[in-house]
T-cell receptor, first 119, second 115 residues
Framework: DARVTQTPRHKVTEMGQEVTMRCQPI?????VFWYRQTMMQGLELLAY????????DSGMPKDRFSAEMPDATLATLKIQPSEPRDSAVYFC?????????????????FGNGTRLTVT | KQEVTQIPAALSVPEGENLVLNCSFT??????LQWFRQDPGKGLTSLLL?????REQTSGRLNASLDKSSGRSTLYIAASQPGDSATYLC??????????????FGTGTRLTIIP
C-alpha cells in the first residue's frame, strides 16, 4: 500500500535552531505539497513542486523557510532559525497531475505529519 | 482570496443515523472539490473527489454532491458508525492550468458518533 512517508514524526527544539523535515512522496507522483496545520489557521499551503520544480512558495516566510526536492524521492522543508510561532504540524502530500492526459486530477495523498514544537 | 467554510465546527449524532456535512466556497471557477477525513494525530485521507463537471460521487456509505452555482458541497454519511468519528475537511481547487494546485481547505467539522 503506497504512502507518503514523513520524518521525523515529532521534533522539539529550542528557538534559533535549524529544523529539517523530510518527505518521501509516493513513487510515480509528480506533485509534492507542504502544508502547515494549526488550530488557529487550519491548513495553510507553504510550497509545492511539480516534476521537482518549485511552482509556488508564496505561503512561506522566505527569510527563514526553504523547500527543496533534491530528487524525485525526497522533499525537504527547512526552517532556520526556528521561532516559537513555527510550532505546528507540517504535512507533506503528493499527487499525480494528469490533466493533460486524462483531463482529471487524482486525489492528494498525505503523510502523517511532523509535529514541531519550538520552545 | 478564495474561502472555504464548514459549518458546524463540531457535530455529535447517535450511531445508525444518517447525517450531512456542509461545505461552502467562494471560488466561482472551481476545478474540483475534495472531501478528506483526518483522524487525531494522523494525516488526511482522501474520501471523494468531485470534478467540476460532475454533480456527485459515491463510495460505500458516503455520497458527496457539488453545486457550483450555489457554491456548496455536501457529504452524506449513511448509517453512521463509531468508526466514522473523525474530522472531515473539504477542499476546493480553483481553475488553473496546473492540476493539483493550491487546494484551499475548510477548517473542518469534527464528527462524533455516539454508540
Amino acid at each position: 500500500d503506497a504512502r507518503v512517508t514523513q520524518t521525523p514524526r515529532h521534533k522539539v527544539t529550542e528557538m534559533g535552531q535549524e529544523v529539517t523535515m523530510r518527505c518521501q512522496p509516493i513513487l510515480g507522483h509528480n506533485t509534492v505539497f507542504w502544508y502547515r496545520q494549526t488550530m488557529m489557521q487550519g491548513l495553510e499551503l507553504l510550497a509545492y513542486f511539480r516534476n521537482r520544480a518549485p511552482l509556488d512558495d508564496s505561503g512561506m516566510p522566505k527569510d527563514r523557510f526553504s523547500a527543496e526536492m533534491p530528487d524525485a524521492t525526497l522533499a525537504t522543508l527547512k526552517i532556520q532559525p526556528s521561532e516559537p510561532r513555527d510550532s505546528a504540524v507540517y504535512f507533506c502530500a503528493s499527487g499525480l497531475d494528469q490533466i493533460s492526459r486524462t483531463g482529471q486530477n487524482s486525489p492528494l495523498h498525505f503523510g502523517n505529519g511532523t509535529r514541531l514544537t519550538v520552545t | 482570496k478564495q474561502e472555504v467554510t464548514q459549518i458546524p465546527a463540531a457535530l455529535s449524532v447517535p450511531e445508525g443515523e444518517n447525517l450531512v456535512l456542509n461545505c461552502s466556497f467562494t471560488d466561482s471557477a472551481i476545478y474540483n472539490l475534495q472531501w478528506f477525513r483526518q483522524d487525531p494525530g494522523k494525516g488526511l485521507t482522501s474520501l471523494l473527489l468531485i470534478q467540476s463537471s460532475q454533480r456527485e460521487q459515491t463510495s460505500g456509505r458516503l455520497n458527496a454532491s457539488l453545486d457550483k452555482s450555489s457554491g456548496r458541497s455536501t457529504l452524506y454519511i449513511a448509517a453512521s458508525q463509531p468508526g466514522d468519528s473523525a474530522t472531515y475537511l473539504c477542499a476546493e481547487q480553483g481553475g488553473t492550468n496546473f492540476g493539483n494546485e493550491k487546494l484551499t481547505f475548510g477548517t473542518g467539522t469534527r464528527l462524533t458518533i455516539i454508540p
